[in-house]
């Protein structure tokens, strides 16, 4: 057995910065090629394939039908683009199929058949049609990045580079691909002319830079706003991430101010998102990002239906702040997102699911308050709904093994568990941890049963999840939901913000961004629902993704363990599915039900060594030896 190759690049221990991946030790060599401009050689055919493609303007996306028959008068709609790698809406004849807002991605080493509807770096990054391209990111590898753009016009693309690094000396700044010589961004960056490397304002030492971003302006006059979860390095991208792609806006055909748009668009519509971002953007310094945020400004945003939650670092003193002038950050922002609407099936009992890649130091006292602020909705105050029931998704090391890069992953994957106030963080944590795979105690489990089982597979277990998602199901069977929070902020009171102090303060300390979707946003008149989906993004007329099998035709990666509900749950959601205009599909990235912890079970902890080897044979020796 040989140990996993660890080129050590640690930054402060530090509690405040140990939800992100500043003390994740670098594991992985890019295989990314990495010739210098002055290397690569120059073509002699002068054919270029994919400068062949069409540079017209992309298809406006088809109208969506209006909600009353025989509505023909279209022209008052106005039709918004859509990206062409996006999928096609179906229109089926009993409702409106909308595939899911939010997208997996491209794992590989998975089957073709578990990568439908997946978005790669390189579906992202490689049209030739782009001109400038701005990233944000925490760790990022220059090389691996341009390798992402079209070959043809790699040269040509303005490429600037954001980062959280200010010290000469922070490992973050090392081009972290190639480890053994310790190249930095900057110098990884001067290898070629089109890039730029702007550093993130950053007034604390234990701020972080950890948002995880890509806008693209592009040469037929239209951009586009990427949100995602991974960092811009090899490892990241074979494991499970989210992607969200805003629509191609177009260039605006009416001047207009932040001041007109601010009281006329509701949360969740395109000029609130335009106004989040722009401020989100401002945060950084007009040296920094101000020819972005004047850029951006001139693009219409009428098609983007989704709300903007990011965190800024710094205190924001919520007395003193309007949201309806000035975005709020961290969880009062989300906060305020749920102000905006109510659960779909208010009386049941919801279930709120915190799926991320790292935990930091939390205590039960800030945890139940996050809890409580995750139960809001418009009518909270006047008729709360049930208390819900909160999981927490959570690899173990078992599931680091198997996963397909092995303990590789499990660099980027941290809850510490080693120290007495982390056993005790663990206490209180323990109970609603569930498995990210879980399937091989489902099928210990599955063995004891011999009713019918209702299996909804996700098909991402062997990807290690690097994913941060916050779903609020509208019941315990999980059938339909609520919201969706897709972001790069982990389960922190740095990422979120800490309570509110004596002065009406909330205090955060690091730069994140993700976004927010409900189902009314789609339902135009009419009614909405947003239902998980597995294994493709646009959900079936009838409930998706179940599967009823014997105990005794079971196959080994079959998984449940949740006794409620029944074939009677399923019936009722396809008499009710009758009632909906609309549905709009949620990609799933864990299998459902979910599986929880067994007593003596244990999450996996980075720092902690593992001796039994990966399913490539290596042992991991834990952060700290040799």
């Not at 991946?21 to 055919?45: G, H, L, M």
């Not at 992402?148 to 040509?156: A, G, N, S, Y």
Request: one cysteine or more; aromatic letters at 8%; charged letters at 25%.
């Amino acid at each position: 057995m040989e140990h996993v190759s660890i080129k050590r690049q640690r930054v402060s221990a530090d509690l405040s910065q140990e939800d992100h991946e500043s003390d994740c030790e670098i594991i992985e060599v890019s295989t990314a090629s990495k010739p210098s401009k002055k290397q690569r050689p120059a073509s002699t055919t002068s054919v270029y394939s994919s400068l062949r493609t069409s540079i017209s303007p992309p298809p406006i996306r088809q109208t969506l039908p209006e909600p009353h028959e025989g509505h023909t008068d279209k022209g008052k709609r106005k039709a918004a683009s859509r990206s062409p790698t996006l999928p096609q809406l179906p229109i089926s004849s009993t409702s409106r199929l909308i595939p899911s807002p939010m997208q997996l991605s491209t794992v590989n080493g998975l089957a073709d058949s578990t990568n439908v509807d997946t978005v790669s770096l390189r579906d992202i990054l490689g049209d030739p049609l782009i001109k400038e391209c701005w990233l944000f990111n925490y760790l990022i590898d220059v090389d691996f990045i341009m390798s992402q753009l079209d070959e043809d016009t790699r040269d040509l693309v303005q490429v600037k580079i954001v980062h959280g690094s200010w010290k000469e000396e922070d490992v973050n700044r090392i081009n972290i691909a190639r480890p053994l010589d310790l190249i930095r961004i900057q110098e990884a960056a001067k290898r070629y002319d089109n890039v730029q490397v702007i550093t993130a304002y950053m007034a604390e030492m234990y701020w972080t830079h950890h948002s995880k971003m890509i806008i693209l302006f592009r040469h037929d006059d239209t951009a586009q706003i990427n949100i995602v979860t991974g960092n811009f390095i090899v490892r990241d991208w074979s494991m499970c991430q989210a992607v969200w792609r805003s629509p191609l806006l177009p260039l605006q055909t009416f001047p207009s101010t932040l001041q007109d748009i601010v009281g006329l668009f509701p949360m969740g519509g395109g000029y609130r998102f335009k106004r989040d971002i722009l401020q989100y953007l401002n945060s950084y310094g007009q040296r920094r990002t101000g020819p972005l945020t004047a850029e951006l400004k001139k693009y219409e945003f009428f098609s983007i239906r989704a709300a903007l939650v990011a965190s800024v670092p710094g205190k924001q003193n919520l007395s003193d702040t309007d949201p309806d002038q000035e975005t709020l950050w961290g969880w009062p922002g989300l906060k305020h997102v749920f102000r905006s609407f109510n659960p779909q099936i208010p009386k049941l009992k919801p279930h709120i699911v915190t799926q991320c890649s790292s935990v930091a130091s939390i205590s039960k006292k800030w945890m139940e308050h996050f809890q409580n602020m995750l139960r809001y909705h418009k009518s909270f105050q006047s008729s709360p709904s049930p208390m819900p029931r909160f999981s927490l998704i959570f690899p173990t090391a078992d599931e680091i093994r198997r996963s397909v890069d092995g303990y590789g992953s499990g660099g980027s994957i941290h809850m510490k568990t080693q120290t007495s106030a982390q056993r005790k963080q663990l206490e209180f944590l323990k109970p609603m941890l569930c498995h990210w795979a879980g399937d091989e105690r489902a099928n210990a489990a599955i063995a004891k049963r011999s009713e019918k089982v209702q299996v909804r597979q996700a098909q991402r277990r062997r990807a290690a999840p690097h994913i941060k998602t916050y779903i609020r199901f509208s019941d315990e069977n999980m059938t339909t939901v609520d919201w969706a929070l897709m972001t790069s902020a982990n389960l922190s009171k740095q990422a979120w913000g800490e309570e509110v102090n004596g002065k009406g303060e909330v205090r955060i300390c690091s730069y994140e961004i993700g976004v927010v979707v409900w189902p009314a946003l789609w339902d135009d008149g009419g009614e909405a629902e947003m239902v998980p989906v597995f294994g493709k993004d646009t959900p079936d007329d009838d409930y998706d993704g179940v599967e009823e099998k014997e105990e005794s035709g079971m196959d080994e990666d079959v998984e449940t363990t949740d006794d409620e509900g029944g074939e009677g749950v399923f019936a009722n959601r396809k008499e009710q599915n009758r009632q909906y205009r609309t549905r709009v599909g949620l990609r799933m990235p864990y299998d459902l039900p979910l599986v929880p912890y067994a007593d003596d079970e244990m999450p996996w902890c980075a720092a902690a060594p593992c001796s039994e080897p990966d399913w490539m044979g290596r042992t991991w020796p834990g952060f700290g030896n040799s």
